[in-house]
Every structure is written in structure tokens, then in C-alpha cells.
């Protein structure tokens, strides 16, 4: 019979993939012949226990999206090393000697960009000796994968070394779905998430909508993989993919590169998508074989050829949607037609196209000259981008043309750094006056200390191929407006020195006085022979797990501390709470907990609790980072918060839309937690952010109706009424707030939560970690 010859037959598929099968084989069991796209056959074949996610509270295993809480075993876990920092003090407190799934931790974001790779990595080192040290002891005690500072950016790392078609990943990081563009399932998170995995524990996630994108057409040689998401997020918003994931398909598909493909699901995360992914192509397996892992790519022929896994007897496990899946929402892009585009200012929703770039420039009056252009980072560092990159370049220079602005580039890995040298790329880039930074995170993350004179304070533009650009992100500056482009474009702009230049259609001046025009730019979507591995100081620290190494945290540390579990919930429903401070706007995670200088606090809560909210408009006064106390008195944010939580006051910040916004950092969590927040209360949440408040304890509850916020001021006194039942309840039941104003009014302002059961307990116990670290 055929469940026996499944059975049977299991056993000549590569291991990698007979779990992965097997999981897939019972999926179909109790889904029957529904078509699936891609996402979630490699979702639903990581259940936990899928008769229980798939049947409960859905209609026989229909309609699942948005429904279902998915209990899902993720295959593994990789973090950087601001993150990295919190999720292993919070793995530490729950005592074990090794974690449940494969985990590394890739040192990336804490190297500051100055005055070139050799420098800059050297002081990074002796800066943050401290922080390494204790993540690589770490990294020794359990067992995990070490990637030294220097050795690459998270994202692209996991690219050439751990992504394979069908796993799925969870990164301490919001651009970790890069992974995506070699068909994994790899899922941006907080600290306490990945403690979760690691413990071994089900992680949870809503089961995600599915957003189709269609892609026929050919790129044009002026576009790249990049413009398809800048005009996707133009279209979607920083909001629009929030509870999905978004999965590309239609013969457009085969027409991209692998790395452009990961660019494309990089930057899914701007537009607050739960992840991206594309089906598995012929450029995958090349992309295997030419990062020196063919036989990962026979392994997936294997299983693609392997029958009896199919929606249809006979039919075969593919890594593509099963024909006449259904998408939640489809948006076709025709390639062929697609310009390049220029996103930003502040926000990368703000999609215009290259042709009409100029006149938007003019008529918002944003800065006409560019200040820098900076390339490469964990989106935009691949063969491919460098290599046409480099075709401009030549034309450049055999025309006698330097960059008019400063022009700066970040490998995104030591292999890719290495590849490039050896085929001469980064010599071109350097003889063009090219400043070439470490294989790390540097300015994209605010690690960037300019030398140009730009005060701060100053309006200037510079032109990224990075991925964010949020106020101040790049170098501390609220006035640097930062505009996302491909690589190229950043290229040839910076030539110009100027943003209202169009290299496809403008000219520039040679010293001769002639005019010069850039071809279209062409490259190698890959490298000749396989990458070179590079500088083997800089590579990976992998070793079995060693319970007697101790873990380096001196007791005086400023940047590191040992986590003190948070206090359970109270007994009974919250009273006696204060609104700290009523804000409007956006209000991201950079926003509650600034990165830059402050990336250095990652692992010492306490510090860095007194930077949060330190750029949050106040809505009653316009002000930045201003909270008034009940006396009248004027603080900062973060003092009033830590003067409230002094005086044994727990208090609540009310906001409005996708409040938090942008990255998975938990410290945007943590922080207000330690200060003695109980509750933010909201128009809407960004999905990571509103699921690290339940892990830390906070209770995320938006308005019922908007319109409530005007109800609501900082300083009234709130408490809280059908809570305590509704997370004794595992969840169930509404919740409302009753509010106190100064003048002896009060109402009942009813609210909307999404708090599973799980995370209810969560809340119970006073954080997600005080459950883990009983035993779950
Ligand atoms: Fe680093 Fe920037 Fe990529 Fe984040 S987005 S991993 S900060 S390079």
C-alpha cells in the first residue's frame, strides 16, 4: 500500500531532507489534495504536531491563514552579535548544556565604518574585546558556530554556509528572510524567540497569509533584483506585507540570480512581511555548487525527484507552489517594464522612479548635492552586484572619471571580499577611489563616522544599496536623508555627486571637456571558479559543546550583565498606572531603543534602559524624548521612566500606527519592560515587536476604536478591567482600560489583543524566559 511504500522508499532520500518529507508526507494526510504554495509546504512540514495546528480552529484543515497558531520546530537558529548578546544571557538562565538545534553567532554589527577595513576591523576589536570574548566563550560552552568579527555580515554568511532549500531558520535579526532567496523559510526574531528554539521549545507563529508576487519579463541591464522590492515596497508600504509572507513565482523567476533573489527577500522586511521566499531554480543549484556545496544540490534533485509527496498521487515534493495555489493577494510585476528606483527619504516606502527622481528632488527640495554613496552591506554585496558595479567603474576611469562624492564599500562576507580581490573587482573599486570598509554591518547600522565635515544637524543626502533608512540611522544624524538604490545607480550617482543625475539618460563632463555617457552596466552573476574562502583567522570557530568552559562576564562590566528574572503578574487585574508619555508618529524599534552609540549597552539592560523613547515625539508637545511628571517637572523619557520605576510606579505608553516598527530587537521590549512598563497601548503593532512584548511580560493592546487615542493623555491614571480573566483564560475574553483624567473624569476605552494562550502564560509568569526556565 502507498504509505508503506513511502515508507520504504524514505529511505533512500538524502537525511537532510527525510524529516523534512516525512513531516510533508503527513501534512498532505490531513490536508488532502488542497494546493499549497511554497511557503507553506515548508511551513506546515515544520509543525510541531500538525494534526493539532492544521485542525484546530480551522475548518478541517481549510482557511488556515490567519487563523491557526502554528507550533513549529525551526531547523535551526543564527544571531548577530548585538542581539546575540541578550538571547544568550537569556539561554544561560535556563541552565542547559547545549542548545536542542544547531546555532551560530556571526559578529557583525558592532565595527564601526572610519577609515577603511584594516583599521577600522582592529579597533572594533580592541573596542568591543569585551563583548567577543564573552560571545565566543559562549560559543565554546555550547556548542555553537563562532564567526569572528571581520568574517562577514549574518545575513550573507548564512547564505553561502548554512541556507539550504526547505529549512527553516530563525535569525536575531529583521533581515534574517534574505535566507529566502535559496528557498528557506527563515523568520526575523527577538532573543527570547531564539531562546525558545533553542531550548527546543515550539516556537509560535499566526499561520501567515501568502502574498503572491508574479514576475514575468526580463530585467532590463539597468535594473536589478533590488528595484523590484523598492517598487514593491512603494506599492505595500512599510505596513502592507504585515502577517504575510511574500512568495515570488511566474517565469520571471528564472531570469534572476540567487543573490538577486536574496536581495529581493532582504528587503521583504520593509515592508513588514513575516519573510519572503522564491522557488528553487537552476541559479540556486548554481549558486550551491559554486559555494563549494554540489552535493546539497544533488540532495535537492534527489528529493524533487523522489515520488509520493504530492498533492496528487504519484507527484513529487518541488520546491515551487503547487499549480493552482491559491494566494491571499497576487501583484504582478512585469520585469521588462520595471525602471530602477530611488527610495526614501526617512522612510523606504517611498518609491520614485529614476526618471522622475530629478523633478521630485527639486520640487520636495531635498539636497541636490550627495554627500556619499555607499554599496555593498548584507543586501548588496554579491558577485553580481560588484561585478557590474565594476563595468561602470572601468567605463568611469577609462574616461579619466573619479566619484565626485565619497564612495564607500562593504563586503558582505570575507568570501565574497576574497573572490572579489582574487578577480581583480576590488581593485577597480579601489582605483576608483573607493573606500573599501570591514566585512561588517558599519555605516548601515550608525557604526559610521564620517570624515566629510557633515555636521550633525546639516540636511544632506547620501545614496545607499542598503536596505533602511530611518531617521539617523547611518551616521546619528536626523538630517542625512538616506536614499535606497541598487548598487550601480549609488554607483554612478556618486560620479555625479549629485542627485538629480539620471545615468541613463544624462551626461558628464570629461576634463577634456567631452561628454560622457554610462552603458548600461553587466557582470557575472558568479565567479568563474568556486569563491576563495579568504583570510583563515577570519573564519568560522566550530567545535562540540564544552560544559566546563566558563562564560568571560566580569562583574564590572558596563556592557555586559546577567539578566534578573522580571516579577510575575500581579494577582489580579493592573490599578494605579501612569501614562508615561502620549506619542505621535513613527515610532520604530530604532525609535524605543536607538542603535549607533548605544549598540554597545546590547548586553547590559540597565545601560541601555536610559536611552529609551530617546527620539519619541511627545503628542501633547511636539517635543523629542520630553515626559512631564505629575508635579509638572520636565525629564527625558527614559528619566521619568526610571524616576517612576524609583518610586515602585508601572506605567503605559500609548502610540499609534505599526508602533515598533522595523527590526526584531528585543531591547525595544526589554527596555521599557525594566523600567516598569505593564502595557503599551497602541492604534496598531508591527508583528515582531508586539510579540517580544508579550515574551518580556508586556501586555500589547491597540484601540478598539481609533479615534480613543484622543481620549487618553500622559499622566492619567489607568487600570485595567476583564485582563486578569482574559490571560487566566489562555487568552480568551476582551479587555478594556479605564482611564482616570486629571479632573476626576473617567471612561472606559475597550481594546483589541491578540494573546494566545501561550502567550498569556508568558504574561503569567512575568516573562517567556521565567516559563522556559521551569521547563516547558
Ligand atoms: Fe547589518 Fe545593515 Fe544588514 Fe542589518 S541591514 S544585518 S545592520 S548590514
Redesign the pocket.
Known amino acids: 500500500n502507498s504509505s508503506r511504500r513511502h515508507l520504504s522508499s524514505a529511505h533512500s532520500l538524502p537525511p537532510t531532507y527525510e524529516k523534512l518529507f516525512n513531516k510533508y508526507t503527513e501534512v498532505r494526510r490531513v490536508l488532502g489534495k488542497q494546493r499549497l504554495t511554497l511557503a507553506e509546504k515548508i511551513l506546515y512540514s515544520h509543525l510541531h504536531n500538525v494534526e493539532e495546528s492544521l485542525l484546530n480552529n480551522t475548518n478541517n484543515g481549510r482557511d488556515i491563514r490567519g487563523k491557526a497558531n502554528l507550533r513549529l520546530n525551526p531547523d535551526r537558529v543564527n544571531m ?1 552579535d548585538a542581539s546575540a548578546q541578550m538571547a544568550l544571557l537569556q539561554f544561560m538562565s535556563c541552565n542547559l548544556e547545549r542548545p536542542a538545534i544547531p546555532a551560530s553567532i556571526h559578529c ?2 558592532l565595527i564601526v565604518g572610519s577609515k577603511g577595513a584594516e583599521d577600522d576591523l582592529e579597533a572594533g576589536i580592541e573596542t568591543n574585546k569585551e563583548v567577543f570574548d564573552f560571545l565566543e566563550s559562549a560559543a565554546r560552552k555550547y556548542g555553537m558556530d563562532f564567526w569572528p568579527p571581520g568574517a562577514g ?3 550573507q554568511t548564512v547564505l553561502e554556509n548554512y541556507a539550504l532549500p526547505g529549512l527553516m531558520m530563525l535569525g536575531t ?1 529583521s ?1 534574517s528572510p534574505n535566507a529566502g532567496g535559496l528557498t528557506t523559510i527563515t523568520i526575523g526574531v527577538g532573543g527570547a524567540d531564539a531562546v525558545e528554539a533553542l531550548v527546543g521549545a515550539p516556537w509560535e507563529l499566526k499561520a501567515p497569509k501568502v502574498l503572491g508576487v508574479e514576475l514575468t519579463g526580463k530585467l532590463d541591464p539597468w535594473v536589478a533584483p533590488k528595484d523590484v522590492i523598492l517598487r514593491l515596497a512603494g506599492e505595500l508600504t512599510v505596513r502592507g506585507g504585515t502577517g504575510s509572507i511574500i512568495e515570488y513565482f511566474g517565469p520571471g523567476v528564472d531570469t534572476l540570480s540567487l543573490t538577486g533573489m536574496a536581495t529581493a527577500c532582504n528587503m521583504g522586511a520593509e515592508v513588514g512581511a513575516t519573510t519572503s521566499i522564491f522557488p528553487y531554480t537552476e541559479a540556486s543549484a548554481r549558486y550551491l555548487r559554486a559555494t563549494s556545496r554540489g552535493q546539497a544540490a544533488q540532495n535537492v534533485e534527489t528529493l524533487q525527484n523522489f515520488p509520493g509527496a504530492g498533492a496528487d498521487k504519484d507527484s513529487h515534493f518541488r520546491f515551487e507552489a503547487d499549480e493552482g495555489a491559491e494566494y491571499d493577494r497576487v501583484i504582478k510585476i512585469d520585469l521588462s517594464q520595471l525602471e530602477p528606483h530611488i527610495n526614501g527619504p526617512f522612510t523606504p516606502d517611498l518609491a520614485t522612479p529614476l526618471s522622475k527622481f530629478k523633478a521630485t528632488v527639486k520640487e520636495q527640495k531635498w539636497p541636490e548635492s550627495l554627500s556619499a554613496g555607499l554599496i555593498g ?3 548588496n554585496s554579491s558577485y553580481e552586484d560588484m561585478t557590474r558595479v565594476e563595468s561602470l567603474l572601468k567605463q568611469a576611469a577609462d574616461a579619466g572619471l573619479k566619484p565626485a562624492s565619497d564612495f564607500y564599500v562593504t563586503p558582505g562576507s570575507e568570501q565574497i571580499r576574497a573572490t572579489l580581490e582574487r578577480d581583480g573587482t576590488l581593485q577597480t573599486i579601489e582605483g576608483a577611489g573607493g573606500i573599501l570598509l570591514s566585512n561588517a ?1 558599519g555605516p ?2 550608525g557604526q559610521w563616522q564620517r570624515h566629510d565635515g557633515v555636521e550633525k544637524g546639516t540636511s544632506n543626502a547620501i545614496l545607499t544599496s ?3 533608512n530611518f531617521r539617523g540611522r547611518n551616521d546619528g544624524n536626523p538630517e542625512t536623508m538616506n536614499f535606497l538604490a541598487s548598487p550601480e545607480i549609488v554607483t554612478a550617482m556618486a560620479f555625479a555627486g549629485s542627485t538629480t543625475f539620471n545615468p541613463m539618460t544624462d551626461t558628464l563632463k570629461t576634463s577634456d571637456g567631452k561628454d560622457f555617457k554610462f552603458s548600461a552596466p553587466h557582470g557575472l552573476e558568479g565567479p568563474q571558479t568556486p569563491f576563495e574562502s579568504g583570510n583563515p583567522s577570519l573564519g568560522v570557530l566550530s567545535q562540540p559543546a564544552d560544559p566546563s568552559a566558563e562564560i568571560a562576564i566580569s562583574p564590572t562590566s558596563d556592557r555586559l550583565a546577567f539578566l534578573e528574572p522580571f516579577a510575575p503578574f500581579p494577582q489580579s487585574d493592573l490599578s494605579g498606572l501612569r501614562v508615561l508619555v502620549k506619542i505621535t508618529g513613527k515610532c520604530t524599534t530604532d525609535t524605543i531603543s536607538a542603535a549607533g552609540p548605544w549598540l554597545k549597552y546590547k548586553g547590559h539592560l540597565p545601560n541601555i534602559s536610559t536611552n529609551t523613547l530617546n527620539t519619541a515625539i511627545n503628542a501633547e508637545t511636539g517635543e523629542v524624548n520630553v515626559a512631564y511628571d505629575l508635579d509638572g517637572s520636565k525629564h527625558t523619557i527614559p528619566e521619568l521612566g526610571q524616576r517612576w520605576k524609583d518610586a515602585g510606579r508601572e506605567w503605559l505608553v500609548v502610540a499609534e500606527h505599526n508602533y515598533g516598527e522595523g527590526s526584531a530587537r528585543e531591547h525595544a521590549a526589554l527596555q521599557p519592560r525594566y523600567l516598569g512598563a505593564r502595557i503599551v497601548l497602541v492604534k496598531s503593532f508591527a508583528r515582531i515587536h508586539e510579540t517580544n512584548l508579550k515574551k518580556q511580560g508586556v501586555v500589547p493592546l491597540t484601540f478598539e476604536n481609533e479615534a480613543d487615542y484622543d481620549l487618553i493623555s500622559a499622566g492619567d491614571e489607568v487600570s485595567t478591567v476583564g485582563l486578569y480573566e482574559m490571560l487566566q483564560n489562555g487568552g480568551k475574553g476582551s479587555v478594556q482600560i479605564k482611564v482616570t483624567r486629571g479632573d476626576g473624569e473617567e471612561k472606559l476605552i475597550p481594546t483589541k489583543h491578540a494573546i494566545t494562550e501561550d502567550q498569556a502564560g508568558f504574561i503569567l509568569a512575568g516573562s517567556a524566559l521565567n516559563l522556559l526556565s521551569k521547563g516547558i
Do not use: E, M
Request: glycine letters at 0%; a negative charge; aromatic letters at 6%.
Open positions: 548577530q557583525d554589527h555580515i549574518i545575513h535579526d533581515h552591506s548584507c543586501t554591518c548601515c547600522i542598503y536596505n533602511r
